[in-house]
């Protein structure tokens, strides 16, 4: 589960915290490892990476050279399309958290349902890993309910998450009523919708109401509706707005305004996407 968090206070361990670091695109070694530095010693307890962001080693860095205990940190990574099959699972995983520094991971995904992805195969290498001690907890990413249906049925262990793009231009309704009906966390990527949200003029307006800046309103509206945001920040000005949000609370008029915006942009869509974002 996802668990609240305030910026005065920690959450636990083995609980997801609602707010995250997102690593996507923090390519530099020594910039990457210091944004994970200042988020944790900031409050924040979860960070996100994935083997596809060539960050791993960095990310680990970071927490090895936060003031922060490795076990209050809930830790995510994702495995990337070319490592699909069981055996690839099971070798990659083990390059990542030597990667990572860290004998486990909170969280594993699947990164997209493409390549050679395949439920049992695929997800029977999570359920070993799993087994083993090396991850805490399944998850799957870019999944659309069709994707989630399938895996749940290929593993016994649960779908712990789904981590989707999801902002307040692209409010994945149909994805947060399968979340509630299912158990199945939403992890929200690119809560920002990539910076489009800032200029945005009902979320301007809100954002003026409550004297903070629009990405607040953005990712305060997202923990409103349930779903665990991980945005990415480098500058320690930026770690510390989105930190901020947790002391936010937006009230039912202001949430009906943000719900209003009539305008659906996706910000990611490779080539390997589902086929129903075409």
Same mark, same amino acid.
């Given at each position: 589960?996802?668990?609240?968090?305030?910026?005065?206070?920690?959450?636990?361990?083995?609980?997801?915290?609602?707010?995250?670091?997102?690593?996507?695109?923090?390519?530099?070694?020594?910039?990457?490892?210091?944004?994970?530095?200042?988020?944790?010693?900031?409050?924040?307890?979860?960070?996100?990476?994935?083997?596809?962001?060539?960050?791993?080693?960095?990310?680990? @860095?970071?927490?090895?050279?936060?003031?922060?205990?490795?076990?209050?940190?809930?830790?995510?990574?994702?495995?990337?399309?070319?490592?699909?099959?069981? @055996?690839?699972?099971?070798?990659?995983?083990?390059?990542?958290?030597?990667?990572?520094?860290?004998?486990?991971?909170?969280?594993?995904?699947?990164?997209?349902?493409?390549?050679?992805?395949?439920?049992?195969?695929?997800?029977?290498?999570?359920?070993?890993?799993?087994?083993?001690?090396?991850?805490?907890?399944?998850?799957?990413?870019?999944?659309?309910?069709?994707?989630?249906?399938?895996?749940?049925?290929?593993?016994? @262990?649960?779908?712990?998450?789904?981590?989707?793009?999801?902002?307040?231009?692209?409010?994945?309704? *149909?994805?947060?009523?399968?979340?509630?009906?299912?158990?199945?966390?939403?992890?929200?990527?690119?809560?920002?919708?990539?910076?489009?949200?800032?200029?945005?003029?009902?979320?301007?307006?809100?954002? *003026?109401?409550?004297?903070?800046?629009?990405?607040?309103?953005?990712?305060?509206?997202?923990?409103?509706?349930?779903?665990?945001?991980?945005?990415?920040?480098?500058?320690?000005?930026?770690?510390?707005?989105?930190?901020?949000?947790?002391?936010?609370?937006?009230?039912?008029?202001?949430?009906?305004?943000?719900?209003?915006?009539?305008?659906? *942009?996706?910000?990611?869509?490779?080539?390997?996407?589902?086929?129903?974002?075409?």
């Amino acid at each position: 589960m996802a668990t609240e968090q305030t910026p005065e206070s920690a959450p636990l361990a083995q609980e997801m915290p609602t707010l995250g670091l997102g690593t996507w695109q923090n390519e530099d070694p020594q910039q990457c490892a210091e944004s994970v530095r200042t988020a944790l010693e900031m409050g924040y307890r979860h960070v996100d990476t994935a083997q596809i962001y060539g960050n791993e080693a960095a990310v680990g @860095d970071g927490i090895a050279a936060a003031d922060v205990d490795r076990e209050d940190v809930f830790l995510a990574t994702k495995v990337w399309n070319t490592n699909h099959a069981h @055996d690839d699972v099971i070798s990659s995983t083990e390059e990542s958290l030597d990667k990572l520094g860290v004998d486990s991971v909170d969280l594993l995904y699947v990164h997209w349902p493409s390549a050679n992805y395949d439920p049992e195969d695929t997800l029977s290498a999570f359920a070993e890993l799993k087994d083993r001690g090396l991850i805490d907890r399944i998850g799957v990413s870019n999944f659309e309910p069709h994707h989630l249906d399938a895996a749940r049925d290929a593993v016994d @262990d649960p779908i712990f998450a789904n981590q989707v793009e999801i902002h307040p231009l692209l409010p994945q309704e *149909e994805l947060r009523e399968y979340a509630e009906g299912t158990d199945v966390e939403l992890v929200g990527y690119s809560p920002l919708a990539r910076g489009q949200v800032l200029d945005v003029p009902e979320i301007q307006d809100v954002a *003026e109401k409550h004297d903070v800046s629009e990405a607040q309103v953005s990712l305060a509206w997202l923990r409103q509706k349930g779903v665990t945001a991980i945005p990415k920040a480098t500058s320690r000005d930026h770690v510390a707005d989105n930190w901020a949000s947790l002391g936010l609370e937006l009230d039912d008029e202001d949430v009906a305004a943000i719900d209003g915006i009539d305008r659906t *942009e996706r910000q990611v869509n490779p080539g390997f996407g589902p086929d129903s974002w075409d």
